[in-house]
């Protein structure tokens, strides 16, 4: 795997754990006037799917630092030179710290709100 085919996966994991965490929220709202057993189904779907999710983006995140990782310990002396190559390493990087730190944020919410 190349670091964009990487980058645009992790991406996109990201983004439907967002989907579903907005999904999960939604279903954590009982407003009373819903059957309560309803409810607590739709809250342990919505539960199930954005773990799914976070699970999928955690790891695509990972195969993401990793391709990385390795991209730069085989190209070492071709980035060091090029300011093109040095910029895209750091954006990559950039994204990868922000992916870990909304991981990081989203698994404290789920972990403070378990049902």
Known sequence: MTVPEAHDAAITAY???VAKLEAYVNASNYDGKKD???????????????EAAYSNAKTKTDV????????IK???DK???DAAKKEAVSAVDATIR??????????????????
């Open 64 to 71: 993401l630092e990793k391709t990385l990782e390795d991209y």
């Open 74 to 76: 085989a190209n070492r």
């Open 98 to 115: 922000t992916l870990r730190e909304g991981l990081q944020q989203i698994r404290y919410h789920l972990d403070q709100y378990k049902t």
């Open 36 to 50: 309560f057993g309803k409810y607590l189904a739709d809250l342990d779907k919505a539960t199930k799917a954005v």
């Open 15 to 17: 983004g439907d754990l």
């Open 79 to 81: 980035i060091k030179d």
